[in-house]
């Protein structure tokens, strides 16, 4: 279809196929659901798993997000019927298509049982183009366009873990047949455009898609010199990657020098070692574990912090950051970030012009960063950091962006795109 046929100017069908939806500490993908929402675009997401547990995020109750998505399974959730189940989704779709059901069966048998009801609809799900967010759910993803469930061209996006982590436990190879069936492969900063080159996908298949967020809907309130205690502020999932156990102990050997109060928003499987190293180290008072909280509730603690503390690492089993959302929150509101050197946070904090750096997993020199800090922030800095957040990842230019790339990468992979 040529743009006469008005192909350039027509709204799209975009899927977006997730392992669950919605989570908590992904709203990146809530936000990017509603760039596209509000350019006409029609979404559909299809989900492999219902929520378990999260917070409902002010942009999911607004766009009624829940209501744009289809929950394909829920296999695999402990359901003594399941065995039951599953043979009689794939003998009905023996029925009603039968080349599905043989090639479930001669499948990788964990993909298999994330297919079976996916294999049971008489009808394929047709799109313009369907996102796969990270790299095994991608691959997934790329089962249903194989078995004929999915009809669309295939856009993995990879964040960080799926490049590092997933890769170590399964290989450099793990996504050589993911590249060949994708339309473009999409990374959300240079450093992981690179690994995807490195790993074998084609160097023009390989792009740099960020993730964004609508900096005009953000006030800026630039801080000025703290008054009283500095009230520092995380917001992370309590995994190893996020680095907290690193900020904890660099407030310990500030050694009474600067009186300040760490909050950290969020919830994990670390939980109870960081309060336990808070105890140990004598800092309950300093220290408080939030749990946590919704879109609101976290601009509410910014607003009454005075600097961003983003101390991530590389985790003993590889896993990385990609470049968190909360420093793009936090630069876009006027509070002064202080980062680790760290995967592709980098190309955002630009140390001493946007923000501040430090070693990964240097608590001393995350000490002598928090000590500067309590000084008072530079007026410039927090002007460029907002700007700079602007140009990188805008919401509404990123939606731009990828329409641009649908059209353009779907178009070739998959024939003229069809409108449904």
Excluded at 137 to 166: K, Q
Excluded at 289 to 297: A, I, R, V, W
Aim: charge should be neutral; charged fraction near 20%; hydrophobic fraction near 40%.
């Amino acid at each position: 279809m040529s743009d006469s046929f008005g192909l350039a100017s027509r709204s799209l069908h975009i899927g977006f196929y997730l392992w669950q939806f919605p989570v908590t500490s992904q709203t990146f993908i809530q936000r990017q659901i509603a760039s596209l929402l509000d350019r006409g675009h029609r979404v559909t997401v299809l989900s492999e798993r219902h929520p378990e547990g999260f917070v409902r995020h002010e942009t999911l109750a607004r766009y009624n997000l829940v209501g744009h998505t289809k929950y394909m399974s829920s296999i695999g959730s402990g359901d003594k019927n399941g065995s039951l189940k599953d043979i009689c989704r794939v003998f009905r779709s023996a029925v009603l298509r039968p080349l599905t059901a043989v090639s479930i069966f001669r499948s990788d048998a964990i993909v298999r049982r994330k297919l079976f009801l996916a294999a049971n609809a008489a009808e394929t799900f047709r799109f313009d183009a369907v996102l796969a967010h990270f790299g095994p759910t991608a691959i997934n993803a790329s089962e249903c366009v194989s078995l004929g469930i999915i009809d669309a061209p295939l856009f993995p996006v990879f964040h960080g873990y799926d490049l590092t982590r997933h890769p170590q436990k399964h290989g450099k190879d793990c996504y050589m047949e993911l590249f060949t069936r994708s339309a473009a492969c999409l990374a959300i900063s240079d450093r992981w455009r690179q690994r995807l080159v490195e790993m074998g996908c084609p160097h023009e298949k390989a792009l740099v898609h960020r993730v964004g967020l609508d900096v005009g809907l953000i006030p800026y309130q630039p801080r000025t010199q703290p008054a009283g205690e500095l009230k520092l502020l995380s917001v992370a999932r309590l995994v190893e990657k996020k680095g907290i156990e690193h900020a904890i102990r660099a407030i310990s050997e500030l050694n009474g020098s600067v009186r300040v109060h760490y909050s950290v928003v969020g919830d994990g499987p670390l939980l109870h070692d960081l309060e336990r190293l808070v105890s140990h180290l004598g800092l309950t008072g300093t220290v408080s574990f939030l749990g946590p909280k919704s879109e609101q509730e976290v601009g509410s603690l910014m607003k009454q912090s005075d600097v961003l503390l983003v101390p991530s690492v590389v985790a003993a089993d590889g896993d990385e950051e990609g470049i968190p959302v909360v420093i793009m929150e936090a630069m876009a509101s006027g509070l002064p970030v202080v980062a680790s050197r760290h995967s592709g946070i980098p190309e955002l904090v630009l140390d001493g012009l946007t923000g501040t750096l430090v070693e990964e997993a240097n608590s001393q020199d995350l000490a002598d960063a928090i000590i500067r800090a309590s000084r008072g922030p530079d007026a410039f800095i927090l002007a460029a950091a907002r700007k700079r957040v602007g140009e990188m990842h805008s919401g509404n230019a990123l939606a731009e962006d990828l329409e641009t790339i649908v059209r353009k990468y779907g178009t070739t992979a998959h024939g003229s795109l069809r409108h449904g």
